[in-house]
């Protein structure tokens, strides 16, 4: 049996015990609510521990061909596709493996639901016009936003034989009553085409795992929207499933001055976490206090000057060699791994509940080397 502290870092290490207590709220969700809970594999993939999280959600959904098919291979239940942008040939090939088909625009469902009718069950990505997200970037409905149909774009007809919809314009929303505001605006501006469907997904971004979280008052919203209109209602979560349950686990390998103290690990934000650089939200690492007396910059071993995990104090200095945490690191990372560098990849374990380290995956130059080229020229 593999002991954490033999491990070569870089490494993630998820941890069964915690994954747990979050799909035991999942759980609750459905049971006092009714809705479905499918996984988002956008933000989480690694299909090594779906067989832990299989009993407690509904299915998968996805955003691209290959999500589709990863869904249906590992994970069972109820298989969802998405993309903001199908070809013919997606369409052809995901029909077969999905069980409902949303389609992200009017002229895409023109054009495809022929292929579809008969296999899955069809949808169609709504815009509400309305979000709860902290960041430009990630808010679908910014202005111009190509995520879905705004409702004065929606032409009725389309409503004849489409099964149900999908809405996503949350961000980690940590707060009840701000979503349940936004439900109460898709009511009121979609009732009329909902009341026609079989099933309606309010997409990603409610962060009911969150510690204090209302989860019944939640729950107490979803069951009245489902029953106002007459749908199944579903749920897409990513992070909130996710979140809180794994470390990346790095190595200081180096501790320069230049006015500011910075402590190199081997990892990078760019390659490894990526989200941390793209939406600027350093990282916590364990172990660290605002008490402490000594100050740190955790800097990535990657070239871009900018790149690195957070400011950190601790109580005692850092020293060449130790090992530290970068916490909360499942979600929107190991899906976004890249080899910028030629960094060591990260490897992948699971802690299981009895303390047994599994591992679930290993990187090397072969993979490095095949990600670039197969074949040179002749
Ligand atoms: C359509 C859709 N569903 C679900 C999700 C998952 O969101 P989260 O991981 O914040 O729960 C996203 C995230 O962007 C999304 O775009």
């Not at 902290?134 to 409702?151: E, H, I, T, Y």
């Not at 079989?198 to 971004?205: E, I, K, Q, R, Y």
């Not at 490897?347 to 130059?365: A, K, T, V």
Request: with cysteine; aromatic share 10%.
């Amino acid at each position: 049996m593999e002991q954490e502290q033999d491990l070569n870092t870089p490494y993630f290490m998820i941890d069964e015990q915690k994954l747990i207590a979050n799909l035991e709220q999942a759980r609750q969700l459905k049971q006092l609510s009714g809705c479905k809970l499918v996984l988002a594999l956008k933000c989480f993939s690694t299909w090594g521990v779906f067989d832990l999280i299989k009993p407690y959600l509904d299915g998968t959904t996805s955003s691209g061909p290959y999500e589709v098919r990863l869904g249906h291979e590992t994970f069972g239940g109820e298989t969802h596709a998405y993309s903001v942008g199908y070809s013919e040939q997606d369409v052809i090939e995901v029909a077969d493996m999905a069980d409902k088909l949303i389609f992200n625009s009017q002229s895409q469902l023109r054009a495809y639901r022929h292929l579809v009718e008969g296999k899955a069950s069809v949808g169609l990505r709504l815009n509400p016009g309305v979000s709860y997200a902290g960041q430009d970037l990630a808010d679908p409905a910014r202005a111009f936003s190509r995520l879905g149909v705004q409702f004065d774009h929606i032409e009725p007809s389309v409503f004849d034989g489409l099964d149900g919809v999908m809405f996503h314009m949350n961000c980690e929303n940590k707060d009840v009553d701000a979503f349940v505001h936004l439900l109460d605006v898709i009511s009121e501006r979609f009732g009329a085409y909902l009341n026609k469907l079989d099933w309606v997904s309010l997409g990603g971004g409610v962060f009911f795992t969150w510690p204090g979280y209302e989860i019944e008052k939640l729950a107490a919203a979803l069951k009245a929207f489902s029953q106002r209109h007459g749908v199944q209602v579903y749920l897409e979560p990513g992070e909130a499933i996710i979140t809180g349950t794994t470390d990346l686990v790095v190595t200081v390998v180096d501790i320069v001055e230049n006015e500011k103290t910075t402590a190199i690990v081997d990892s990078a934000t760019e390659a490894h976490r990526l989200d941390t650089l793209i939406y600027n939200e350093p990282a916590s690492i364990g172990g660290a206090s605002e008490k402490g007396a000594y100050s740190y910059v955790i800097g990535s071993c990657s070239c871009l000057a900018g790149d690195q995990f957070c400011e950190a104090k601790f109580e005692t200095p850092l020293h060449i060699g130790q090992r530290l945490r970068v916490l909360d690191s499942a979600g929107y990372t190991m899906v976004k791994l890249n080899w910028f560098n030629g960094l060591r990849m990260p490897s992948i374990y699971c802690r299981r509940e009895n303390g047994d380290i599994q591992s679930l995956n290993h990187f090397d130059y072969d993979d490095f080397k095949r990600s670039l080229s197969q074949w040179s020229v002749h």
